[in-house]
């Protein structure tokens, strides 16, 4: 019920291309929805969220889509960067689960220059 | 603005020992989280302190424990270490709880092994 899965678990994009990662819930009751991005030897780092009463939310290059209907949000980087190489977690909270993060298992993003 | 601090950034036990991990929230955060973190089973949290007060527990047994002191501050707690606890814990505050508001920010974390 608390699940998040996350995909790919890999990607490898051109320099300029767009990255597109894509996550599933579960929990109906999750209304909070983070991606944070990881570099090695760092902790995450909080990108963008949405909640559910938007359907789309842009930040710069960054821009996660929401589907709440198919239980859906995805994150598109727009003119990836060889620095926007990173793993990337989407998370989710709310509802039953309470405040707590569940994070999905992850995107190891590779940007070739 | 200082981000969060964890201390130590690493450290070895040996199976059995009990190990004492330590956060300093951001100024003024008052809301401190405890995750960890390993290849296998990905993010995981731990538990949450607002206040001084645990307000939400992940599915970890009784080894694992924390506390948050008045400058909300916080350490957490491993007893009778297993190779298994091998992992980096990070902690992460928010002024609100929940990380309401602006969210989580995370630490670099402690990285842990136990041999």
């Known amino acids: 019920q608390q699940q998040v899965k996350q995909s790919p678990q890999s990607l490898i994009v051109q320099k300029g291309g767009i990255s597109i990662i894509n996550c599933a819930y579960e929990?109906?009751?999750?209304?909070?929805f983070p991606w944070y991005q990881q570099f090695p030897g760092k902790g995450p780092a909080l990108l963008i969220a949405?909640?559910?009463?938007?359907s789309e939310k842009k930040e710069g290059r960054f821009t996660i889509s929401f589907n709440k209907s198919a239980k859906q949000f995805s994150l598109h980087i727009m003119d990836s960067q060889p620095g926007d190489s990173a793993t990337y977690f989407c998370?989710?909270?709310?509802?039953?689960?309470?405040?707590?993060?569940?994070f999905g298992g992850g995107t190891r993003l590779m940007v070739k220059p | 603005k200082a981000g969060v601090t964890q201390t130590p950034r690493y450290l070895i036990k040996t199976r059995g020992q009990q190990v004492t991990l330590s956060c300093s929230p951001i100024?003024?955060?008052?809301?401190v989280s405890w995750y960890q973190q390993t290849p296998g089973q990905g993010l995981q949290f731990l538990f949450e302190?607002?206040?001084?007060?645990?307000?939400n527990k992940g599915n970890f047994p009784g080894r694992f424990s924390g506390r948050q002191f008045s400058n909300s501050r916080s350490e957490m707690n491993v007893s009778t270490l297993e190779l298994g606890d091998s992992a980096l814990y990070l902690c992460?505050?928010?002024?609100?709880?929940?990380?309401?508001?602006?969210?989580?920010?995370f630490g670099s974390g402690t990285r842990l092994t136990v041999v």
């Open positions: 998370a989710a909270s709310g509802g039953n689960a309470g405040n707590m993060l569940t």
């Open positions: 992460a505050s928010s002024l609100l709880i929940g990380g309401q508001g602006s969210g989580y920010t």
């Open positions: 302190y607002f206040s001084e007060t645990q307000r």
């Open positions: 949405i909640r559910p009463d938007v």
């Open positions: 929990n109906t009751a999750f209304d909070y």
């Open positions: 100024s003024g955060h008052r809301s």
